[in-house]
């Protein structure tokens, strides 16, 4: 069976035949995952949980994107049958975002594998909460077979998700970008949990928070159809906050996230502002693009690319905030956030960050200063948080 060369990291999935054969035998699962669950072999963790004679696969959840990624950001879909192993599909980003008792029914157990990107807003994190309260409620275990966060486990980034915006952007009160593997934060939000669930994390083996992925020798399979790389997943904890506004966020391009723009935008012009800021590891340069779906589709758009110069100093959600505050300057008349979706609803930026300061005050002179400094303050006392919560120490490589 082929592998990877040069792994530095064992995954839970890796782990998950003997880890299973030891502590699950006997029980029917469930299994919570979608294209980046796989192991060192490149076998699907659905193959695998087939597979074993220990346990018997009963059922299969499937979150955002759906369970091989076919789906594409924001599309609903329902229950199906799995048309190979003639098991339940029971969706999760459908009529139900919350799983139902009838959905846990016939397991003992949910294994969740998923690659996650630290960062509160994108949806793995709040399904995988959502799964949690679910098991707890019908006393089911809950196995979380852990994976690296990508970005390392040493950077917070700020500022916490305050009460009343929760959403499914949003599922917790945790900072943007967590610094915490997904086995981490499960520990972290049970404690927090009215029941707590039967948590067990199958943790990875070899991997130190100061490792991003590219460190790991994992193969990076795509999380999500917008996430394509790494330069990617480090621009995204700040520039996907243009998913609020009337701003292309890069959907419907090959550089989603990286780019961003509108057909009113003068991109040379706008860069220029942005490089005077002195934001310390980025440039902005001008472009040019048309999105082949989502907003702005088919028209050409005028913006600017994000490009990381030194990743040990750039600070993603500054350089997006200070990216906002400046469209907003140059663009009043233009600019727009995206109305609630429904009435009575917030607006989506205000799920997005976690609160109505965003919306409130970026366009403001000292809006962007207090907005930056308040977060830092709030990622500083986050880091503090979540210490009895770290399954990997800082800076310490895990044997």
Known sequence: ?????????????????????????????????????????????????????SVKLAA????????????????????????????????????????????????????????????????????MLYMMEACAKAS????????????????????MLVPGFESMVGGFAVPFRTGLTLGEFAGYANAGLQPACDLRVVPLEG??????????????????????????????????????????????????????????????????EMNRSGLPGVHFHPVTFTPMFSKHQGSLCGGVQTFVTDKNTYKSLESGLTLLHTITRMYPDRFEWIAPFKEGRKHFIDYLTGSDLVRTSISQESGLAGIVQRWSQEAEAWKRDREPFLLYGKGKRQA
Request: negative net charge; aromatic residues 8%.
């Open 1 to 53: 069976m082929k592998t990877v060369e040069k792994i530095a990291v064992r995954t839970g999935a890796d782990q998950l035949v003997d880890w299973a054969t030891r502590h699950l035998n006997g029980a029917r699962i469930g299994l919570l995952t979608n294209p980046t669950g796989v192991n060192v072999q490149f076998r699907s963790t659905v193959d695998v949980c087939a597979d074993l004679t």
């Open 60 to 127: 299969l959840y499937a979150c955002e994107h759906g369970i091989r990624g076919e789906r594409q950001a924001g599309v609903l879909f329902e229950d199906e049958t799995d048309s190979r192993l003639g098991i339940p599909v029971f969706s999760l980003y459908g009529k139900n975002k919350k799983p139902t008792a009838d959905m846990l029914e016939h397991v003992d157990a949910v294994l969740f594998d998923i690659q996650d990107l630290g960062v509160r807003f994108y949806t793995y994190m709040t399904t």
């Open 140 to 159: 089911k275990t809950f196995v979380l077979l852990d994976r690296p966060n990508p970005l390392g486990g040493n950077v917070c980034e700020g500022g």
């Open 207 to 272: 991997w130190s928070r100061d490792m991003e992925f590219p460190d790991t020798g994992l193969p990076w399979i795509m999380p999500s159809p917008n996430m394509p790389t790494m330069d990617t997943v480090r621009v995204y904890t700040g520039n996907c906050l243009f998913e609020g506004t009337n701003l292309s966020e890069g959907r419907g391009t090959t550089q989603p996230f990286e780019v961003v723009g509108a057909p009113w935008v003068d991109g040379a012009e706008l860069s220029r």
